[in-house]
């Protein structure tokens, strides 16, 4: 079993910046590919941002002001945000899809973050 820890949410202002950590643990291997995902009340989970094997992806919305990129420790994944907006506010979870050896995806238990003046 791999177990998920986010941590670094908060409070903060419009335009101030965040940095978010997740360390995967439990199982020790080499995980290639993590993301982060978010969820805003009401609605769908979406995703933030991916990395795996050197390449990073972002969603539109966060794309210039978010940076994903993986941890000295192993299995370790953070994302910096920068700039941030009232409509960043959201649960941000971590999240490691399926891929040799994991069978499913394994989820964090999510990091509060509140972008308000």
């Known amino acids: 079993q791999v177990q998920l820890v986010e941590s670094g949410g908060g409070l903060v202002q419009p335009g101030g910046s965040l940095k978010l950590s997740c360390t995967a643990s439990g199982y020790i291997f080499d995980i290639n590919t993590m993301a982060w995902y978010r969820q805003a009340p009401g609605k769908q989970r979406e995703l933030v941002a991916r990395?795996?094997?050197?390449?990073?992806m972002y969603a539109d919305s966060v794309k210039g002001r978010f940076t994903i990129s993986s941890g000295n420790a192993k299995n370790t994944v953070h994302l910096q945000m920068d700039n941030l907006k009232p409509e960043d506010t959201a649960v941000y979870y971590c999240?490691?899809?399926?891929?040799?050896?994991?069978?499913?995806?394994?989820w964090g238990q999510g990091t509060q973050v509140t972008v308000s003046p």
């Open positions: 999240n490691a899809p399926p891929q040799p050896p994991l069978k499913r995806d394994y």
């Open positions: 990395i795996g094997s050197g390449a990073t």
